[in-house]
Structures are given as C-alpha cells and as structure tokens.
C-alpha cells in the first residue's frame, strides 16, 4: 500500500522567492515519485518524476525534487517563483516498478504574489 | 510528448441521463488506462483500470454499474456514468500508459479532463 501526504493544502509566496512544496510518502516497495501541475478546469502536467538512480531531479519550468529515502520525501523546489507557477501541485507515488495506477497527494495550491 | 485526449471537455445533463466521456491515446497504443475523478478543491481518486480487451478493476466504493468502463482497443477507453445524478457532478480525469515497444514505453499521459455537470 502506497500513501501520499502534501503539508499543506495553500503556500503562499512572492514573486522571486524560493518555492517549496513538500511532499512525504509511504510505500511498502521501492516507490516511483511523481510531481504533477494542473491549471484550473485542465488535467495534470507532468512536472519531474523520480524512478531510479539519481536523486535530485530536474524537470521542466525550472523544478526539482529530491528523493531522500530516510526521509520519506520528495519535496519540490523552484529558487524564484514566477507569476506562472501559481497552480495547484500534486505529489504522486507508484510501487511495483511504476506499472500501477498513482496515489495522489492531496494537493497544493501556489499562490505567487507580485 | 505523447498525447491524451478526452471528450467531451464539459458536458451538462439532465438528472436520469447516461453520458460517455471517451479517452484516446492519440500517438501511442495503451493497453492500460486508468480513470480518476477529481471533486472541486480535492486531489484525484482512482475510480478504475481500464485493461484492454478485459473486464476493468474497480476499486472499492465505486459501483461498476453505475460507471461503466469499457476499452475495445488500444487507442480508447469509454466512461459510461449511467442515470447520472446532481452527486455525479465533478471532474473526471483519464490516464493511459504506454504499451511495451515504442518510445515512451511505461509512461504514464493524462488527459485534459471532463467536467461533468448533472442538473
């Protein structure tokens, strides 16, 4: 059984600033990470995803995540938020080599401040 | 990258009615899709696996005789929300993973969702 948990559901930040979204996760095999945008009214973009192999991932529009395994997490960052990234964020975990359906996250929603 | 597509985007209906909202996999064959449906403000909850040419795996609390999942080839999947009611309203997402052989194999696509209104 996988579970995800995103700590806290609204983070707010300014234009510039640092973003960081936490993520922690239980899975009782090797999980696959996933970090996954959705726009208003749309469906979910693929941000990064971590599988194997090196931790800290980088994916598109300036993110990374890094997967620390005695932590449990895989926390997303940005170093300067842009009026764009304002969105909402879902962790997402998967087991069994990534070939199961994913558990999300409850989501966050990034609020970005001029 | 590759593309899922679902239609309709926005559907209203009338309290009683069956609506079908398909999922395609424009650029690549899925053997798997998943459905999830999303309340407003919430995170997305697994409804279904969708395997193709097979009988689809739900999980539990939802009711496969009033979302029907069918997937008759490797390029689509059909939800069916039958006698749909004002509590079916919400946000319904699906996701195919690429088959073996190309090259996004084992990667997982979503489509752009469907937001299903019941009046």
């Known amino acids: 059984a996988q579970s995800v948990t995103q700590l806290g559901s609204h983070v707010s930040v300014s234009e510039g600033a640092l973003v960081l979204l936490r993520c922690n996760y239980s899975?009782?095999?090797?999980?696959?990470l996933f970090w996954y945008v959705q726009y208003p009214n749309q469906g979910l973009q693929l941000l990064l995803k971590?599988?194997?192999?090196?931790?800290l991932v980088k994916g598109i529009n300036g993110f990374e995540a890094e997967f620390k395994k005695s932590e449990t997490s895989f926390h997303l960052t940005k170093p300067s938020a842009h009026m764009s990234d304002a969105a909402e964020y879902f962790c997402a975990v998967s087991g069994d080599t990534g070939r199961r359906a994913l558990t999300f996250g409850s989501g966050t929603r990034l609020q970005v401040q001029p | 990258g590759a593309v899922v597509s679902q239609h309709p985007s926005r559907v209203i209906c009338k309290s009683g009615t069956s609506v079908k909202i398909e999922c395609r996999s424009l650029?690549?064959?899925?053997?798997?899709m998943f459905w999830y449906r999303q309340f407003p403000k919430q995170s997305l909850m697994l409804m279904a696996t969708s395997n193709e040419g097979s009988k689809a795996t739900y999980e539990q609390g939802v009711e496969k005789d009033k979302f029907l999942i069918n997937h008759a080839s490797l390029t689509l999947s059909t939800l069916t929300v039958t006698s749909a009611h004002p509590e079916d309203s919400s946000f319904y997402i699906c996701s195919a993973r690429a088959s073996s052989g190309g090259t996004n194999t084992g990667e997982l696509f979503f489509g752009e969702g469907s937001r299903l209104t019941v009046l």
């Open positions: 650029d690549f064959q899925a053997t798997t």
């Open positions: 899975s009782s095999v090797p999980p696959y």
């Open positions: 971590y599988t194997t192999g090196a931790t």
